[in-house]
C-alpha cells in the first residue's frame, strides 16, 4: 500500500482565494483524521470522520474551514476564503476504528497563503 | 480536557550516545493510550513507539524504549546508541480510547545527533 496520500505537497495563494487539499486514506482504514500543524499552536485535530460520516468537527476553526469525505478512499478539507493565519502544514492519516490504533500519516500539505 | 507537555523544546548527543526525551500528561482517565511520533525533515509524521496505560511493562521497539509511570503521569522516551537518523522532532501523545481516536500532541522535542 502507498499510504496516505495527499495532494498538493505545496500550495501558494492569494488571500481571498478558494483553496482544496486532498486526500486519499490507506485502503480499509474507517477512520479519517485532518490535524493541522503550526509553529504557535503545534498538532491540532480539526475533524474527524468514521465511516465517511464526521464525528468530531470541533477542531474546525471557523465557518471558513469545511471538510467532506464523500466515499471511503477520498476527502477534502477546504478554505474558503483562505487567510495568512491559514498559513500551515495540514496533514491528514487514517486508521482502522479502535482503541489505541495506529494512525498513518500523510506527508502533509504545506500551504501559504499571501 | 487532556494535556501533554514536553519540557524540552530542543537536544544534542551524540552519534551512540543514549538520550531521553521527557513527557507529561494531565487526564482523568483510567484507561488511555500513549503514543511517540517521529517527525523528520521530510515532514511525515511515524510512529516510534506505543503504550497501553493498563499495562505495566514498558514498551521496546529496538532501539526505543518507554518509562511509563501512571501515578506521576510520566511517559519518556529512550532512545540507545543513537543514530544520525534518529534526527527528528520528537511528539508525545496521548489517545482517549472513549468516543473519537483523536491524538492531543505535546509541543515536541527537537532532537539532533551529531557524528
Known amino acids: 500500500d502507498a499510504g496516505v496520500i495527499q495532494s498538493p505537497r505545496h500550495e501558494v495563494t492569494e488571500m481571498g482565494q478558494e483553496v482544496t487539499l486532498r486526500c486519499k486514506p490507506i485502503?480499509?482504514?474507517?477512520?479519517l483524521f485532518w490535524y493541522r500543524q503550526t509553529m504557535m499552536r503545534g498538532l491540532e485535530l480539526l475533524i474527524y470522520?468514521?465511516?465517511?460520516?464526521?464525528?468530531?468537527d470541533s477542531g474546525m476553526p471557523e465557518d471558513r474551514f469545511s471538510a467532506k469525505m464523500p466515499n471511503a478512499s477520498f476527502s477534502t478539507l477546504k478554505i474558503q476564503p483562505s487567510e495568512p493565519r491559514d498559513s500551515a502544514v495540514y496533514f491528514c492519516?487514517?486508521?482502522?476504528?479502535?482503541?489505541?490504533?495506529?494512525?498513518?500519516f500523510g506527508q502533509g500539505t504545506r500551504l501559504t497563503v499571501v | 480536557a487532556q494535556t501533554v507537555t514536553q519540557s524540552q523544546p530542543e537536544m544534542s548527543v551524540q552519534e551512540a550516545e543514549t538520550v531521553t526525551l521527557s513527557c507529561t500528561y494531565d487526564?482523568?482517565?483510567?484507561?488511555?493510550?500513549l503514543f511517540w511520533y517521529k517527525q523528520p525533515p521530510s515532514r511525515q509524521m511515524i510512529l516510534v513507539i506505543r503504550?497501553?496505560?493498563?499495562?505495566?511493562q514498558n514498551a521496546t521497539e529496538n532501539r526505543f524504549s518507554v518509562n511509563f509511570q501512571k501515578a506521576a503521569k510520566s511517559f519518556s522516551l529512550k532512545i540507545s546508541d543513537s543514530q544520525l537518523g534518529d534526527t527528528a522532532m520528537y511528539f508525545c501523545?496521548?489517545?482517549?480510547?472513549?468516543?473519537?481516536?483523536?491524538?492531543?500532541f505535546g509541543q515536541g522535542t527537537r532532537l539532533t545527533i551529531n557524528p
Open positions: 492519516a487514517s486508521s482502522l476504528s479502535g482503541a489505541g490504533t495506529e494512525a498513518f
Open positions: 485502503s480499509g482504514h474507517n477512520s
Open positions: 470522520f468514521n465511516n465517511n460520516v464526521p464525528i468530531d
Open positions: 487526564t482523568s482517565e483510567s484507561n488511555y493510550y
Open positions: 503504550q497501553e496505560a493498563y499495562k505495566q
Open positions: 501523545a496521548f489517545m482517549n480510547p472513549q468516543g473519537a481516536q483523536k491524538l492531543v
